[in-house]
């Protein structure tokens, strides 16, 4: 080895490279992701893998990544790039390794392919993403926010959802949009402003609270909140309930048994069995454990914070389907993404945040991606 700092050591002092660290005071998990890169490039290596490295990320943030991986790539570092974001597969790769199953289905020089080659290997079929425009039945409105605050967090946050409906949340990360949900929790105390449920106020301190009011938050962050990793799937799916499982000192096992069967069978959660630990689960089915797990507490209204976040397109695709068919029976969903395809595939109304207020409303028909990156970034519109 040549003498002297790394590549990969130099480009750890650099300002790209220094701008992955610059902010780590607030343990969000883009922060945490950028610092977990920045550790990387201090370290001598003549290869360098990537797991998902922009599943938090800003896309300013992504692209001081992609930069730095394409500096490492002309100093003759080797790069392994995992992710389930096609767009990214195909601007920064040379080849393509598609697993499915835990099996390699093939391995395509990326020229030479598109997405949908890539995507039938991934899924075992092609992949129809697609929806009835057809607006499922509205009703009434089950919640409604009025001029909720939250210290600098969010301010006079104002906005409805009513049954049969999927309102979406859209935003640079730090616009507020999980601070909301979590306050709507009962994981943050609102400074001001009124929650009204079916019509009437209520108070969340907690998420007992929530709970206990029918509302039921899927976190940004399932493997740090939303479970147990050393837990089995079944304890993990009825842990909100432990309460209601006991008899006696003993829990109901039968009862545990049926609420794992019931979800699991609805979700398509491909597991050996309920005493599977969650933790060696994939993503998708990961996920799909803490939505059945909120799913069995019969919630009227259902928030889901970055529902596909690390998961493989076709999961996603299934994630989606169950989020518009939960609208369809009827429940108020609130889906939080950093996704722009995602939000406007499953939404009915579109909520633009910006710096901790809610810029704009956009009804599903007027929205496009350029309104919509327009009112994310703050900037009045011109349409």
Known sequence: ???????????????????????????????????????????????????????????????????????LRSQG???VYISHRMEEIFRITDCITVLRDGEVRGTLVTAETGEDEITQLMIGRKLDLSRNRTRAQIGEVALEIRGLTCGRL?????????????VGFYGLVGAGRTEIAETLFGLRTPTAGDIVLDGKPVRIDNPI??????????????????????????????????????????????AEADIFETYRERLAIKTPGWRQMVGNLSGG????????????????VLIVDE??????????????????????????????????????????RVIAMFQGKIIRTFEIGEVTEENLVQAISGLKPTD
């Open 209 to 254: 609270d929530a709970i206990a009011r029918g509302i039921s938050l899927v976190p940004e962050d399932r493997k740090g909140q939303g479970l147990v990793l050393g837990m089995n799937c079944r304890d993990n799916m009825t842990l909100p309930q432990i309460d209601g499982m006991a008899g006696g000192p003993f829990m109901n096992e039968r």
């Open 77 to 79: 570092v080797a790069i």
């Open 1 to 71: 080895m040549k003498n002297g700092p790394s590549p990969l050591r130099q480009r750890s002092t650099s300002p790209r490279a220094r701008s992955l660290t610059a902010r780590t005071s607030c343990p969000s998990i883009a922060n945490k992701q950028m610092v977990e890169i920045a550790r990387a490039l201090t370290v001598e290596a003549k290869v360098v893998i990537f797991d998902e490295p922009t599943a938090s990320l800003t896309d300013a943030e992504k692209t001081v990544l992609f930069e730095v991986i394409e500096d």
């Open 285 to 300: 089915n990961q996920q799909k454990i803490v939505i059945g797990k909120w799913l069995s507490m019969h919630p009227r």
């Open 154 to 166: 969010f301010k006079d946050i104002s906005f409805e959802v009513r049954r049969g409906e999927v």
């Open 307 to 348: 529902p596909t976040r690390g998961i493989d397109v076709g999961s996603k695709a299934e994630i989606h389907r169950l989020i518009r068919d939960l609208a369809a029976q009827g429940m108020a969903v609130i889906v939080i993404s950093s996704e722009m395809p995602e939000i406007l595939h499953v939404s009915d």
